[in-house]
């Protein structure tokens, strides 16, 4: 191995090899800024302090990088006066300046092809605008498939842009060489090309953002760094720098690598840590230089790294391996350099020498090609790669746009995206994977400096459906059940929690085995919803956001932020908070346990991101309540099926018949001596309850339940089965069939939405507007006839050669023995036997409209028998 290094660093460094050892290793590479390859000089002329000192400013943003900037001119342009960036060094310091500036609509994310878009079509008309030329190349860009897991991959990813308006395409190994004939076909499987693509320079750029900035009236001040941050009783900030205190309405955190120093000003620990990436610039290539146009960037996931024309030669940026790639712990630790600016690291080219190999091989040009620089600077991680966006729970008029791995192609869309949320009091559309409050108090530094090398590490291999990642696990947020069940099962990572997702017997091959079409789990899974459906279940489900609220004014909060009554004392319900505009900001489960308190339970992954909402509307209609989140203390086992009231009724002298303890009610009681609120109500469809309980009785309480069902078979069952029954009983899931981006007519939601109640709950107007104008588009039911993939959500779906709609969620049936899906099309074609197609991996799927449910629910099976109907579990097609 050592040899074969030798021979590729000949190839690239001739000049730098001296006595059999390679110099180079060691950083000596040309790496002086003068020549750093940009269309303009980062020395161009630094803006001084602007002559008018501002004390006061609706918005103060913290940061001058390409993000900052972006939000300036948004929020500047959308006609906001008093705007105020400060920056501590000069516009582009940190990442920015040094960025590969790198510019795709792909992204795997459903929204976030929304904020890549606007992205690129703001750059395409900037300069026109501003008069400042930006170096914007659109040559497209290929993404190479050299495996079928990864042609798999594009074919997955093809599915989902269908309703997006960026052109993307799978294109043929000949048209792959067509648009890049410098590439070694051998191995090219496939393409994945993307026209609209290519590279723009960062500083031009946010130069560009920031003469727009100005022409609207934004003000932007550096050298000024903010030295500390003082929030008023009133929620407003007093923002201190050495040349004065200004007084800020709001602020926004766009500080970069800097981000975790402001954070702690206010008691925050922003969970980011400082990425080196390394990437390189090649002298002038012959045969580069004879091409008539400029070579599309490609991405080779296999060898994980990206490549783009630089004038005559070619820029070259690997992704490391988890064990090789640097982080820049000691910033996180001691905080980052005071003058650190526009400086970057050592080089390490010994950490990139197999992406160079990989790079050779795929770019044989490369192999006689010289290096004339070597770029390592910090880029600031997440634990997931994904950037923090938004406002922060706890803490009145604080946001946050931190954490960009790709902060040039999202500065623009974020940019808008924030302004957009600021201006109008919600987001223009739903992207809580960016929500900075998705972390808590379970981030450590530990784990998001093992979360940031798995992520960088990471960065190209294949996206599976259902993807687990595993370093950093587990985090302190384990059940009582964790001990118990870890080798029993597959996990799932739920906000920290570890949470059972299906469960192995003898003969099942177990571990994680990702893939696009049926794997490990799919048999396990149907075993484990004909345990519910026929027997008992037992699934953990503390990982549930959980929320107490109390006072003389909760009734009325309630009133104000849910768009369904409040349920009597004694009484739950499904509620949904809306937006202003009238989307579906949150949905949750509400009981009312004794007059006046309340628990509201949420999914884990909505648990600070709606803690926050109603944290902000109580201060705002200034409720005398007192809400705790009671997420981390309490515990929850679901109990659900047939014989469910049978296995609890020998454990409590509580009376759990159906007329005693109804759907839908929740009580105090005890379980074999262990305290429990009990709800009945399950998300599986099946008769069964919710058991919350203190943390610490987790473990004693699961054992009583699954020693006293001994004789009723009982067993445990795990998220995936959950999901089946949901949908098999057509329940709608926050996040997938409502969600930001969606109102609760279109989702079906009207027998939770209540527009004859007296209170004005947030978004009551929007809704009778869009009642009254009518709908444009439904969400139906479907059933699919596919062989050995199933769909999973966001797929297409097509009607006389077009697409004409989305999918949302969708699994196969274990009860009928058929795949199906909840999906938004076009009203016209939402009718009760409408025929459609749902693409699955690059092909179309015949499927149908059906009425909803495909499974009756225990309950309404129940009130059928006290009717004189059928007793036994039956589709609507058997009435």
């Not at 800020?248 to 922003?270: C, Q, S």
């Not at 992704?319 to 400086?343: A, D, I």
């Not at 571990?511 to 279940?537: A, D, I, L």
């Amino acid at each position: 191995m050592l040899r074969c290094r030798l021979r590729v660093l000949n190839c690239w460094f001739p000049a730098k090899r001296r006595g059999g050892k390679t110099a180079s290793l060691l950083g000596t590479a040309v790496r002086h800024l003068s020549s750093f390859p940009t269309t303009e000089k980062w020395e161009g002329k630094p803006s001084s302090l602007e002559a008018r000192w501002k004390d006061k400013a609706e918005t103060v943003i913290i940061g001058g990088g390409c993000v900052g900037v972006s939000l300036a001119y948004h929020l500047a342009k959308a006609g906001m006066k008093d705007v105020l960036l400060l920056e501590k060094s000069e516009l582009t310091a940190g990442s920015t300046w040094h960025a590969a500036g790198l510019t795709t609509y792909f992204h795997p994310g459903i929204n976030l092809k929304h904020i890549h878009h606007y992205s690129i079509k703001l750059y395409e008309k900037l300069e026109e605008e501003t008069g400042q030329a930006v170096g914007f190349h659109q040559p497209g860009s290929l993404r190479i498939a050299s495996t079928p897991a990864r042609v798999d991959e594009f074919k997955y990813q093809m599915t989902r842009v269908g309703w997006h308006p960026a052109e993307q395409y799978l294109v043929t190994p000949e048209r792959v060489q067509e648009l890049f004939p410098l590439l070694n076909m051998e191995k090219v499987l496939a393409g994945l090309y993307n026209p609209g693509d290519g590279h723009i320079d960062p500083y031009s750029l946010t130069m560009a953002l920031a003469a727009g900035a100005r022409k609207y009236g934004a003000q932007l001040n550096y050298p000024v760094q903010v030295t500390n941050l003082k929030s008023k009783t009133d929620g407003t900030w007093e923002v201190e720098t050495p040349l004065g205190i200004i007084q800020a309405k709001r602020i926004v955190n766009t500080a970069g690598f800097w981000a975790r120093e402001i954070g702690k000003m206010i008691g925050l620990r922003h969970p980011l840590i400082p990425v080196h990436h390394q990437y390189v610039v090649t002298a002038t290539i012959p045969e580069v230089k004879a091409l008539e146009k400029e070579l599309p960037v490609i991405r080779d996931l296999e060898g994980s790294y990206y490549l783009r024309q630089e004038r005559d030669g070619l820029l070259f940026g690997p992704y490391e391996s988890e064990n090789k790639m640097k982080l820049q712990e000691s910033w996180v630790t001691h905080g980052v350099p005071p003058g650190f600016g526009k400086e970057l690291f050592e080089s390490d080219l010994d950490r990139i020498m197999d992406h160079v190999e990989a790079a050779m091989e795929m770019v044989p040009v490369l192999k006689h090609a010289d290096i004339i620089n070597v770029v390592a600077g910090p880029i600031t991680y997440s634990p997931d790669i994904l950037p923090l966006v938004g406002p922060h729970q706890g803490v009145q008029n604080y946001w946050v746009a931190v954490g960009f791995g790709y902060g040039i192609i999202h500065a623009g869309g974020i940019g808008k995206y924030l302004s957009d949320w600021i201006l109008n009091g919600e987001p223009p559309f739903d992207l809580i994977e960016l929500d900075p409050n998705r972390y808590g108090k379970w981030t450590t530094t530990e784990y998001t400096a093992a979360k940031a090398r798995e992520s960088y590490g990471f960065n190209n291999i294949v996206g599976y459906p259902k993807e687990e990642r595993f370093a950093g696990r587990p985090t302190e947020r384990v059940s009582g059940l964790y001990e118990i069940l870890k080798s029993e099962c597959s996990m799932g990572f739920h906000a920290g929690w570890e949470q059972p997702h299906w469960f192995y017997k003898p003969g099942d091959e177990v571990g994680y085995r990702p893939s696009f079409r049926r794997t490990n789990w799919f048999e396990p899974v149907g075993r484990e919803c004909k345990q519910v459906m026929e027997k008992v279940g037992v699934i953990d489900l503390t990982p549930f956001g959980k929320f107490s609220i109390r006072g003389s004014d909760s009734v009325k909060l309630l009133d104000r932020l849910f768009a369904n009554v409040i349920p009597k004392a004694g009484f739950t319900n499904i509620s949904h908070m809306l937006t202003p505009r009238g989307r579906v900001y949150a949905e949750l489960t509400v009981s009312h346990l004794r007059p006046g308190e309340f628990l509201l339970i949420t999914g884990s992954g909505s648990e600070l991101h709606d803690m926050r909402w109603i944290e902000e509307e109580a201060i705002r209609g200034q409720y005398k309540v007192e809400i705790k989140n009671v997420t981390e203390e309490s515990g929850v086992l679901g109990i659900a099926g047939p014989y469910a009231r049978k296995v609890l009724q020998k454990l409590t002298t509580e009376d759990l018949s159906d007329a005693a303890f109804r759907f839908l009610q929740s009580k105090h009681f005890k379980i074999a001596d262990i305290p429990v609120t009990g709800i009945r109500i399950s998300y599986t469809g099946e008769l069964g309850w919710e058991l919350y309980h203190r943390r610490e009785d987790s473990a004693a309480l699961y054992s009583v339940i699954m020693e006293a069902g001994h004789e009723e078979g009982i067993d445990n069952f795990g998220t995936y089965a959950m999901n089946t029954l949901r949908l098999e009983k057509a329940f709608r899931a926050w996040g997938a069939e409502m969600n930001c981006d969606t109102n609760p007519l279109e989702a079906g939601l009207q027998y939770f939405i209540k527009l004859n109640k007296p209170a004005d709950f947030i978004g009551k107007q929007a809704l009778k507007q869009i009642k009254e104008k009518g709908l444009e588009r439904q969400l139906v039911y479907l059933t699919l006839q596919t062989d050995t993939v199933d769909p999973e959500g966001n797929e297409s779906v097509w009607y006389n050669s077009k697409v004409i709609g989305n999918t949302t969620s969708g699994c196969y049936s274990y009860s009928t023995k058929q795949s199906l899906a909840f999906a938004y099309v076009p009203v016209e074609l939402s009718k009760v036997g409408q025929k459609l197609e749902v693409e699955l991996l690059g092909k179309n799927y015949p499927a149908a409209v059906i009425q909803e449910p495909l499974l009756m629910t225990e309950p309404t099976r129940t009130r059928l028998q006290k009717k004189g109907g059928k007793a036994q579990i039956q589709t609507k097609a058997d009435i």
